[in-house]
């Protein structure tokens, strides 16, 4: 057990001046250093910093990326403190849990090439995989339900987290008889390393390759991360601290091989080789060279396939699922002795955060979403493009009325230049519908939920030059005044 040195402005200093930072591409160097970004890293930096100090922490690296690029990556801190080794760029991690992206990714790889179904019994690949049921008349165990935590068996395999012994493949495969389901499949979302590790023995048993040369050759290589591997001690790597204890100290933790459960927790990874990890999440197109899977593979990864009960996460296939303030993020964390990392992607303005840090009370997952508030805000901002819109026409106000079909009465209204649809006999106003102008007089529904026409063609009717008629979709209503 040894104390951490106390964090002071000097302190802070050295780790400003020896904190690396990644030198980005071109294209990512103007969105790091337009003015908002710039200002936005400024603050985060200084909050983390104090962070540091006020906490104790060892050390952290962050990463912020935008499509293809890293546009901002620093150290701070220290890899190894007593060794006066400051944070870096290419510092390494256990990333733990994170590999479970890897895995799910493996499988829907093999699941393009054919060569298996989601829906598959997991027994139909491993002969050998048998446990106590949950209820005598459950289905089987399916792929699905390892890679979405639904299939309701227990988190671990043995021990391993208290005494650092990971069963090998062998004895996983020897304990499965014994292992008792608390739940049934598809009772309830219940997190479960012991099913990683089963699909990961998928992943060996229909490639013929192990995991770790799978990931080698089939991600790893497509995408160039070379910092990157599995299992494999790394003079690189940064020194795992544990919790700080009421005397300040932190206990230094040897490297832990997990061994047969390395399909649930055994990468090992930098934020550069995570941020091509990230960006290739964005990737359109079918699957080839750094396009991991085809657009439809990532869709079905980043959706919700199981809801927590409280019904405020879900889980993807690989990836968890959360709403916050009304934004989407897709990611996932990690936990490992002496290690805690995550990871949070924003989808739609294509952002994503990295956090890694050496120590087990560092709170990635609350330093990722300050991280997202600050810098990645600024940086979708920096790089969203601007919609192509139809300029308002003065002339679209001749649509504006009350239409009536067999199902109720609508008006069109005109609201600070837009057209907005909505239903008088509703208990409320809600939110509004607009019809988002397309061009040549047609429009397109935009609404909150998807029980109308949303996103589908709206067109009115003229006769004699009078609207007569809206058109929504497939139906239309008559103009009554």
């Not at 980005?24 to 936005?40: D, G, H, I, L, W």
């Not at 991991?292 to 396939?305: C, G, I, N, P």
């Not at 919609?387 to 199902?407: D, I, K, L, T």
């Amino acid at each position: 057990m040894r104390p951490l040195p106390h964090l002071n402005l000097s302190y802070l200093l050295v780790i400003l001046l020896c904190s690396a930072a990644v030198a980005p591409p071109a294209s990512s160097q103007t969105v790091a250093t337009a003015p908002e970004v710039e200002a936005q890293i400024e603050l985060f930096s200084n909050w983390l910093e104090g962070q540091i100090e006020i906490r104790g922490l060892p050390g952290i690296v962050v990463g912020v990326v935008s499509g293809d690029d890293l546009v901002w990556a620093r150290g701070f801190g220290h890899a190894d403190v007593e060794a006066n080794r400051v944070m870096a760029t290419n510092t390494r991690f256990r990333m733990a849990s994170h590999s479970k992206l890897f895995t799910a990714t493996a499988i829907m790889q093999l699941r393009e090439e054919g060569r298996l179904r989601l829906d598959d019994p997991v027994v139909e690949y491993l002969p050998w995989f048998t446990y106590q049921s949950a209820s005598d008349d459950d289905p089987p165990i399916t792929i699905e339900h390892l890679l979405t935590h639904s299939s309701g068996l227990p988190r671990e395999a043995s021990s391993h987290w208290t005494d650092f012994d990971f069963p090998s493949a062998e004895e996983v495969r020897a304990l499965m008889p014994d292992r008792v389901a608390p739940f049934s499949p598809e009772v309830r979302w219940k997190y479960s390393n012991l099913a990683y590790t089963i699909a990961g023995l998928v992943i060996e048993e229909v490639s013929g390759l192990s995991w770790a040369e799978y990931l080698q050759q089939h991600i790893f290589d497509p995408l160039g991360m070379t910092a990157s591997s599995v299992d494999l001690p790394d003079p690189m790597m940064a020194t795992g601290y544990g919790r700080r204890m009421p005397d300040g100290s932190r206990q230094i933790f040897p490297f832990v091989d997990a061994r047969g459960m390395g399909a649930a927790t055994g990468l090992t990874s930098t934020v550069e080789d995570m941020a091509r990890f990230v960006s290739a999440q964005f990737r359109d197109g079918p699957r080839g060279g750094d396009h991991l899977l085809s657009t439809a593979s990532l869709r079905e990864m980043h959706r919700v396939r199981m809801l927590e009960t409280t019904w405020t996460r879900g889980q993807g296939i690989g990836f968890s699922v959360q709403r916050r303030d009304g934004t989407l993020y897709v990611g996932h964390g990690g936990g490992y002795p002496g290690y805690t990392t995550n990871t949070t992607i924003q989808l739609d303005s294509e952002v994503g955060v990295i956090v890694l840090t050496n120590t087990n009370d560092s709170n990635p997952s609350q330093i990722a979403q300050q991280l997202m508030a600050t810098v990645g805000h600024a940086v979708g901002e920096a790089t969203a493009a601007e919609p192509e819109q139809v300029a308002w026409n003065p002339a679209w106000e001749r649509f504006a009325g009350v239409y009536r079909s067999r199902g109720g009465e609508t008006r069109v209204l005109v609201l600070n230049e837009r057209l907005v649809s909505m239903n008088p006999w509703a208990t409320s106003i809600g939110d509004p519908t607009y019809l988002e102008p397309i061009g040549d007089g047609t429009f397109r529904m935009i609404a909150p939920t998807g029980g109308g026409v949303v996103g589908e063609i709206v067109r009115f009717v003229e006769e004699n030059g009078q609207v007569v008629r809206m058109v929504t979709g497939d139906s239309y209503s008559v103009r009554v005044r």
